[in-house]
Every structure is written in C-alpha cells, then in structure tokens.
C-alpha cells in the first residue's frame, strides 16, 4: 500500500471508454449528448424528468470538521457510487467542479484519489469544459456595463459608485486583488472607484447557476443580481442594464451538466463549483435533477464539514429543489479524530486513542446536527494506513451506542470492492425508509432568527452578536424587501464556531456577524462570520511548485 502510484498515476493508466458508451449506460442515446471529444459529453436539459426525480434515491456525502487537507468527501461519494454499481443497484455521482484556485494552491486537484476517481483527471482539475470561465466571464461582463454606465452620459442610470456590491472575480487564489482601484490614468480610462475581485467560486453568477431550475429561470436571476444604488438611493440591478440576456448568452453551455467516467466506468456527472464555507458548496440543482432521473441512486458531496456545506445542501437546494435525500453519509478519518482531540500537525500519523476519544466530540456533534433534518447518518471511516485497529473499533463502538453505523471505507485503496459494506448499508437505510427529511428552517422567518438558528442548532453558540455595518445590512434588507431569502453563511470550514483555533466541540461561544451580502439573483443573504474572505490567498508553498509537464504534454504532480 506504500508503494501506491499516484493519484495521476493511477488515472493516467486507465483505458477510458468512450463517452458514448457511458451514456448508454444512463440510457442516453448519441444524439442527446455533445460531445467535447472522446471523453466528455454536455446532458441536454431536456433530459430531466421530475417524475423520476421523486421515485429515485438521493444520498448526501458530508463530513466532520476537517483537517486542512480534507477527509476525503469526495473520494468516498465516488467509492461508495462505485460500491452501489457493484452490488447491482444503478448508481451515478454527482458532485462539483474543481476551481484552478485550491488546484494550484493546497490540495493540488479534486477529483477523487487513490482507485476512487473521475477521469480523465486531469481535463477535469484544469479548464473542463470552460463552465468556470464562462461565469467568470458573465460576472465580470455586469461588471464591465457597471463601469460603462457611470463613464456615458448616455442611459445613464446615476449609479453612485460607492454603494457598488458587484466585484468581479477569477478563477486563482490572489490575495492581492482583494482590494483595489480601479479607472485610473485620465478620464478616458473611467471613473475611478474602490473595487476587488473575488475567486469564481464565491460569484453570485456561480451560485445562480447551481440554483436555477432551466435557462428562463437562470435568466431571471441574473437580471434579478442586485449591483447598489443610485444617488436618489434607488435600488438598481443587473436588468436595469439590461445585462441578462447578455451574461445568458455566455452560460447557454454551461449550463448543461457535464457527463464523465469513474475509474470502474461508471457514469460521473460534474457541474457547478461554489465553495461550502462562502458560498452553498454543493453542485447544481439541474445536475442533480439529472442524475435522479437517469439512475436509481444518486450519491453526491457537499463541502467541508457537515456544518457548512450538508447545512446549506438541506436548508437551501433540497428545500427550495424539493428534493429528498434519503441518507446522509458523514465522512470521519482517525486523523480528523486526532486533529479534534488536541495532536498537532507533526503527529496526525501517529496512533493517539485518548486524542481520537476526545476528538470524537466533533463527529458527535456532526450527528446530532443531521439527524435534526430527520435523516439517518451513516459514518465512514476513510481509511488510512497509519490508522490502528484500537481507534477504528473505538470509533465503530461508540457510534453504535448512540445508534448509528460506522463503517470502514477502503475506496481510495481497493476501489468498489473496498465500499461493498458502506453501500449495503446505505441501502438498507434508504430501502427501509429510515429517514424523512424535513429542513431546520423556513425562509419565511425574519432573517435574524434564521441566522440564530443556524448558529445556535447547528454550529452550538449560545447567541450572535452583530457589528455596527451588519446592523445598517439588515435595515438595508429590509427596505428592499428581501427578508423570505435563505442563509447563506459565509464562515471558516475549522471550526464549529467562527474562531479556528476553537477545535473540537466549542461550547459557550458567540458568533459575530460582520457585514450581510445580498445575493439578490439567487435569494441569499449571506452573513460574513469573523474574518472570512471571498478571495483566498496561496500557501507559502503552492501546489503548483510541484507539479512538471513534460515535452509530450504529460502532466505530473496534480493530485
């Protein structure tokens, strides 16, 4: 098992099959898919039949509070969806697009690992199929009529530049972007103003699209996008510029879901790219409508912890989608367990029981959380070599005490023959009906008591506290009438609380809200929890330092 090929290693071995020949299995002819050469195809939106949507089987792959490298979401959703296929139920994966940011940043690709992969691997790390681009290129198009607006004396809208809440973004982690000047060297150039950018993850255009229900519906989103205000302090949004047929134009392919293969070839649906811990961390709603309709199972990955990206799944896609996810899967990795229980960086290998006891709070807290969305968890241990036998059954008998199963998943290293157990298991909660799903708030509620809520059931405050500039957000939103939105929140993937040092299972804390962003087009509000930024920066040492391409375009290091 040390000696492992690399994740890159392992995919690049793989003989692919054709995609044809993967829509076949999903019971798709050649004439529905568009294909982007031999291994990539587009899904047709016409595809999707909500009938099917409500008969078929939806489980959500989550997870406890991660280390900053992860647990390993993502490969075990792929591992456990080649598990279902083993054991003779039709399953597809559907999960999210990686953004160049974290690629080329920490964690160096995020398509699987080990024998619990998408392919081709690489195609899908770097630019895909061009969706990231091309809402990069919608959001920073709004941004350019923004300018242009206030620069022509012609249309003009009287937009006051300092109420502006549109950046633009790109797809790279660059701390330096955050805050900028933009217009300047004469009058020809602009007017000059305050702007940033954001990463293309965190674009409200990304998150219109993973919420938008067909393409009329993406288009009145986007016009709905809210920019800032008029000097007279009258609201203005993208359609008042009449941006949204425009920015339409440039996500017409993009909004079709994207159809690839897992190492075994079992079919893999990618779409949509926001990040859990500022934006809703799950792929698109017609990607998973897709995948419910053309297979029996669908298993599929929201981000970071299960506080973060499984709180936005159940309260905002499956709420407003109307979908039923009938089991959640909470990833745990005895490392994780040991990181919670106090051990450094230096000994997350090193066997610890008494760390993994006392760690084992937060993946306690995690089920907890679940099951007040009336759905059954299922934990699975990610399985690593320096993992001892005496942590493993200590984590399998204390969830059984409190009535929930743990199970070994060996997906990275064996493929499906590695998460036969976990998928016999998912099925038999999912077939016995063991879980009703029931989201933990209504978005009819007053935006402050929707944001307690969350802070209080599920990350264990004991009150929110909101600055002086979080005040004037909330009259602001208010006035525009955009209360009935849901929460959006914008806060560290470290911890429970909004500190990261606070590791584990915090108790007696409070949150602080320091400002509320409006994502008018995709009915967020989204509440900005300590420091957390919307532009990452890159590590002392990137990613992208040790990764080569050789002579005959060969790519290593991504992984």
């Known amino acids: 098992m040390t000696n492992q090929p690399s994740d890159i290693e392992i995919a690049q071995s793989k003989n ?47 997870a406890m509070t991660p280390t900053p490298l992860g647990e390993g ?57 061009g969706d990231f681009n091309a809402v990069e290129k919608a959001n920073n198009l709004l941004s350019a009529l923004i300018d242009n607006n206030i620069q022509n004396k012609t249309n003009n809208l009287n937009i006051d530049p300092r109420t502006i809440l549109w950046k633009r973004v790109i797809d790279m982690n660059d701390r330096s972007l955050r805050d900028i000047t933009i217009g300047l060297g004469g009058t020809a150039n602009g007017v000059p103003r305050q702007d940033g950018f954001n990463i293309t993850p965190a674009s409200e255009v990304m998150a219109i699209l993973c919420m938008a229900t067909d393409f009329q519906n993406l288009k009145q989103r986007l016009g709905d996008i809210f920019i800032g205000f008029t000097y007279k302090k009258e609201p203005v949004f993208a359609r008042d510029l009449k941006a949204e047929n425009a920015m339409a134009i440039l996500l017409k392919d993009a909004i079709k879901p994207n159809l690839v293969q897992t190492l075994e070839g079992n079919p893999a649906i990618i779409h949509g790219g926001p990040f859990a811990n500022i934006a809703q961390g799950t792929n698109t709603i017609i990607a998973t409508k897709m995948g419910l309709t053309l297979s029996n199972y669908v298993v599929t990955e929201a981000g970071f912890g299960a506080d973060l990206g499984a709180e936005k799944f159940l309260n905002i896609k499956s709420s407003f989608a109307k979908l039923n996810p009938k089991c959640v899967v909470l990833v745990a990795t005895i490392r994780a367990l040991r990181h919670h229980g106090g051990i450094q960086k230096e000994a997350y290998n090193i066997p610890n029981l008494e760390a993994v006891r006392e760690g084992f709070k937060n993946l306690e807290k995690h089920i907890e959380n679940i099951r007040k969305y009336n759905i059954e968890p299922v934990v699975a241990i990610n399985s690593f070599i320096s993992d001892s036998s005496n942590e493993v059954n200590f984590v399998i008998q204390k969830c059984q005490s409190l009535g929930v199963r743990a199970v070994v998943s060996e997906g990275w290293a064996k493929g499906s023959d590695g998460t036969r157990e976990l998928a ?63 929460i959006c929140m914008a806060k560290t993937q470290k911890s429970f609380s909004d500190n990261e040092q606070l590791i584990g299972r915090p108790e007696g804390f409070t949150v602080t809200v320091r400002e509320i962003e409006i994502a008018a087009g995709a009915k967020f509000i989204i509440p900005i929890l300590g420091k957390m930024m919307r532009m990452p920066g890159l590590p002392a040492k990137p990613a992208s330092e040790g990764m080569l391409i050789d002579k005959d375009g060969v790519i290593s290091g991504l992984s």
Do not use: C
């Not at 099925?427 to 009819?444: F, G, H, M, T």
């Open 424 to 486: 016999k298991v998912v099925v038999d909660i999912v077939e016995n009906k063991a879980s009703q799903y029931r989201p933990l708030y209504d978005w009819k509620s007053p935006v402050t008591e929707k944001i307690e809520t969350i802070a209080k059931e599920i990350y264990g405050a004991v009150s929110v506290e909101y600055s002086k500039r979080a005040q004037l957000n909330l009259r602001r939103i208010n006035r525009l009438g955009f209360n009935d939105f849901a």
């Open 16 to 62: 692919l099959d054709h995609i044809t020949n993967i829509a076949k299995k999903l019971n798709v002819g050649d004439v529905d898919i568009e294909m982007y050469g031999k291994y990539k195809a587009k899904l047709p939106l016409h595809l999707i039949d909500d009938v099917r949507v409500s008969e078929n089987n939806l489980v959500l792959v989550t």
């Open 73 to 129: 979401k993502t490969t075990v959703s792929i591992g456990l969806s080649e598990g279902l296929n083993k054991i003779g139920k039709q399953s597809t994966v559907v999960i999210r697009e990686p953004s160049l940011g974290p690629v080329f940043g920490i964690k160096g690709g995020a398509a699987g690992g080990g024998y619990s992969q998408v392919v081709p691997m690489e195609d899908i790390n770097l630019h895909f199929t």
